[in-house]
């Protein structure tokens, strides 16, 4: 049986399930929510209760504290129809950007030149972001590298980033060839605006050049998590087959929803190669030559990004549905500008 939570403030409403979370379901709708831990310690997620009943497994530590008439929603399971009041995090302006300590959790090598690595947050703690967002490292004399967060926001017990080794790079050498599991770094995040419109029912094209990639993947986690049911497409950009990093996940996607294409796209391919060919935003364009009527979202060099821009434009696409976000991998000095 579900039940439906309704937000006095904005009227918003979204349906919780049997033994889900209040919060669980809003997320899983993109409903922003505020939240921090997602464990019942740290009371960020605290609403007024304005009615309805709310059960807990255990009382949740924060509960006390947070008061009469109050509940939390990363704890709580809805026993009725609620209303509850709340300041929601509508857009990614509306997102506390934090300075945190992460552990490294896992690095994994994913092809010759990409590594996946996994972030811990401290104990208790969660980051609340947008699907498509990017972090960055901290790093001891000042400067910062900027990363892209490769997960969805429902996905959240560590934080995943791809990250390009970029020949002579300060940074990723050191993530290469000197970083061990359980090291420290300081983060800042969440940061972007490469956001997913889950409000629109357009089909959504995703087109991604190397560790670009990374934000689509989260995005069209999200996207799936969202249960949008718009056709999307994924172009996926690469040199050769080796560059394709996480070659099966992308396969597992196209049989687990109807609704979902790729395409992988190689620039310089393999003798054995039988799939298309060239520049990625051309393979875009000889599939959809009117794109008036999508959302498109890209990432990755800013040659794929200004050239994608430049030929959807002349291809009708208006500029309020193409969302992009563009990685310099020239220097080590930024190996990714936000958008
Ligand atoms: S998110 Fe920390 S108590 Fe709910």
């Given at each position: 049986m579900s039940f439906t939570v309704t937000l006095s403030g904005s009227?918003?409403?979204?349906?919780?399930?049997?033994n889900e979370t209040i919060l669980d379901a809003a997320i899983r709708q993109n409903v922003g929510l505020p939240y921090g831990c997602r464990n019942g310690r740290c009371g960020a997620c605290t609403a007024d209760l304005v009615s309805g009943e709310v059960t807990y497994y255990g009382a949740p530590p924060?509960?006390?504290?947070?008061?009469?008439?109050?509940?939390?929603?990363c704890q709580g399971i809805a026993a009725s129809d609620l209303v509850l009041g709340v300041r929601e995090a509508e857009t990614t302006a509306d997102?506390?950007?934090?300075?945190?300590?992460?552990?490294v959790h896992a690095v994994?090598?994913?092809?010759?030149?990409?590594?996946?690595?996994?972030?811990?947050?401290?104990?208790?703690q969660r980051l609340q972001f947008m699907a498509g967002q990017y972090l960055d490292f901290l790093l001891p004399d000042g400067r910062k590298r900027a990363f892209s967060i490769a997960n969805a926001p429902h996905d959240d017990e560590f934080i995943e980033l791809h990250i390009r080794h970029v020949d002579g790079g300060e940074f990723t050498d050191w993530v290469f060839n000197k970083m061990h599991e359980r090291a420290i770094l300081r983060i800042q995040?969440?940061?972007?605006?490469?956001?997913?419109?889950?409000?629109?029912?357009?089909?959504?094209?995703?087109?991604?050049?190397?560790?670009?990639?990374?934000?689509?993947?989260?995005?069209?986690e999200q996207a799936f998590r969202a249960k949008l049911k718009q056709p999307i497409h994924?172009?996926?950009g690469v040199r050769s087959k080796r560059d394709l990093y996480l070659p099966d996940l992308p396969e597992q996607w196209v049989r687990a929803h109807a609704n979902f294409s790729f395409v992988?796209?190689?620039?310089?391919?393999?003798?054995?190669?039988?799939?298309?060919?060239?520049?990625?935003?051309?393979?875009?364009?000889?599939?959809?030559?009117?794109?008036?009527?999508?959302?498109?979202?890209?990432?990755?060099?800013?040659?794929?990004v200004n050239a994608g821009r430049d030929a959807f434009?002349?291809?009708?696409?208006?500029?309020?549905?193409?969302?992009?976000?563009?990685?310099?991998?020239?220097?080590?000095?930024?190996d990714k500008v936000g958008d």
């Open positions: 009227g918003h409403r979204f349906e919780v399930d049997d924060a509960l006390d504290d947070a008061g009469e008439g109050k509940c939390l929603p997102l506390e950007v934090r300075m945190l300590p992460v552990r994994d090598h994913l092809s010759h030149d990409v590594v996946r690595m996994q972030l811990k947050l401290p104990e208790n995040a969440p940061l972007g605006s490469f956001v997913l419109d889950e409000e629109s029912d357009r089909p959504m094209i995703f087109m991604g050049g190397g560790t670009g990639f990374a934000p689509l993947k989260g995005q069209i994924l172009y996926w992988p796209v190689l620039s310089e391919p393999d003798e054995d190669w039988q799939g298309r060919t060239g520049w990625v935003h051309e393979a875009v364009m000889a599939d959809f030559p009117d794109l008036s009527t999508y959302d498109l979202y890209m990432a990755g060099p800013p040659p794929m434009r002349a291809a009708g696409m208006p500029d309020a549905h193409m969302h992009y976000d563009s990685f310099e991998y020239a220097e080590d000095t930024r």
